[in-house]
């Protein structure tokens, strides 16, 4: 295992470190209990909180300032962050509008952030969960029952995100958020695996030639293991999937993500990009705003996920609202 | 090989139809001539053209837009672009305030931008040229007679871009990334070695546990092939390399740049930025501004660089320039 780390017990620590101080005009971490908040504090909002996982960065704490989170929760790599760390970030930057946890769809996940809504309710917080599920590859999975939370998780933070900067209710920016997760789809696939520092060797095999369709961000088994082909047949087989799924339909316009699995060079993710937008055209379906990058990640695995949210004139204007977090910048 | 690619031949020109396709707001890709210019002209200015071999997205293309280039050209591989391509360039986006080429210090760059500017200058082209040349590790190399080009180069587009956003005159220009030039310095260490998709395996053989210091861009070797240490260590080399060379000197004031080689995971680069805060805290030298991320890579090259410019009052004035390019957007 080579790897840009010290201590693989520091991995996340240091992370974290290196984020807020890179970023201090935009984020601050709070290092013991290991949450990233706005380095300043918006006027009264509803806020919104995230977390899971470490290893899928720049999720969620890159996606943390004005017009997307309020704070981040980081675990260690690949576990849950605790009801301690949640609880924390909510009493950081609660401002007494209410909380909406945007929790991605991994039993660990939804536990932590359950009993820490227990608490916070006990304490008076007003708090509403979505539970993100738009990974179709398989239902029931290594850490998950139902469906996993993967790309559109970037989606929704950014969509609600800028709800909640026009001063939207807690219910209002939970239904929004709520329509979001109907309408967002996603799947992946793995070129390598992943190695996780504690572990040492690659979470699973894949022979020279082989590709795992259907992967989740750590490195959970597909829908299927299949020969390397090109960039347009996998594009074909899992852009398909996530078509058929909703299903998409002609006359649809979405917003699309190319997302790198974290070792996948950018100059690929715009062959793909490429292809799926003449996937997309031949399925009638217009690609209306898009990304393409590395926004959620599995450490160093090579691959690409594709998620399509069906784009309604809300969600459009949320999406051009300007949004300015270590991640993700946009403004006009 | 696997890359999620199509045909060999196709992999620039299906690369460039991505990116103009998701940032067509922002950029607009001439197929013939593998040039990419703003997507709307801009007021009179002096325009900002680079461009090199393929293969380090997002630079040079990715840095097409508002505050940074006004052109780009795009060549094969790891291969200059060719005269005719930069002539290209000029003839889309020259506005009669004159032209800036800022070319890496690789001997096909060099001899063919020289070209180009003959050219343009028999047309009666005001052309001026910055030779960059901040990478440390070795002087003279396999496609370069002095030092490499390398990190430095994203420094000088985003201060020059913005200098010429601002009405500055050409000579004026220049003489700007004259000085950013001669004040950047940069070394980077490999991991893993980067695969050239015509090639098909890996371009030098690293063993798994070692690691190349002072590589460059395209795999060429650098100082010295060392066992595998941690991020810690590897900074205090590289940075040091870097320190010691200018040298910075305690009380100076530097931007960084952390840059990723293309497979390498933003965690680890969180990691080594903490790392080089720390190196550079204990040599009296203050991080005035900072960039982590994947700003100029070597395909799926597992590995980083690191950069440092001494900043001066101008140069901090012009990085908080606003800029909006596909692969650099900031606002405040």
Request: charged share 20%; net charge negative; hydrophobic share 40%.
């Amino acid at each position: 295992m080579k790897k840009l780390i010290n201590k693989i017990d520091d991995v996340v620590a240091e992370a974290l470190k290196g984020l807020s101080a890179a970023h201090s005009d935009t984020v601050r971490a709070i290092p013991e209990s290991r949450v990233v908040v706005r380095a300043s504090s918006s006027s009264p909002k509803v806020v919104l909180i995230s977390g899971g996982g470490s290893g899928h960065e720049p999720l969620h704490c890159g996606f943390v300032g004005y017009g997307m989170l309020d704070a981040a929760c980081a675990g260690e790599i690949f576990t849950s962050p605790t009801p301690d760390q949640i609880c924390s970030a909510v009493h950081e930057v609660n401002g007494g509008r209410g909380v909406l946890f945007l929790v991605k769809n991994y039993s660990g996940d939804i536990m932590n952030f359950k009993i820490a809504r227990e608490i916070l309710e006990g304490e008076g917080v007003d708090v509403e969960s979505v539970v993100i599920c738009d990974d179709v590859s398989v239902t029931d999975s290594t850490w998950t029952v139902g469906r996993r939370g993967v790309g559109g998780t970037v989606f929704i933070e950014k969509i609600a995100g800028a709800y909640a900067e026009t001063g939207a209710s807690l219910n209002d920016v939970k239904s929004l958020a709520d329509r979001v997760n109907a309408n967002v789809r996603t799947m992946g696939a793995a070129l390598t695996s992943c190695t996780v520092p504690a572990v040492g060797r690659p979470t699973f095999g894949l022979g020279d030639d082989e590709i795992e369709l259907g992967i989740g961000i750590h490195g959970e088994p597909g829908r299927a293991r299949v020969k390397m082909s090109s960039s347009a047949e996998i594009v074909e087989y899992i852009a398909g999937a996530v078509v058929d799924d909703l299903p998409f339909r002609p006359g649809d316009e979405v917003a699309v993500l190319v997302n790198g699995m974290g070792g996948t060079p950018l100059i690929e993710l715009y062959i793909v990009y490429n292809d799926l937008k003449q996937f997309l055209g031949g399925r009638g379906i217009k690609i209306g705003r898009n990304l393409v990058g590395s926004y959620i990640t599995s450490l160093d695995m090579q691959g690409v996920s594709i998620t399509l949210l069906r784009l309604d004139n809300q969600m459009k204007e949320l999406w051009d609202h300007p949004v300015r977090t270590p991640a993700l910048c946009m403004w006009r």
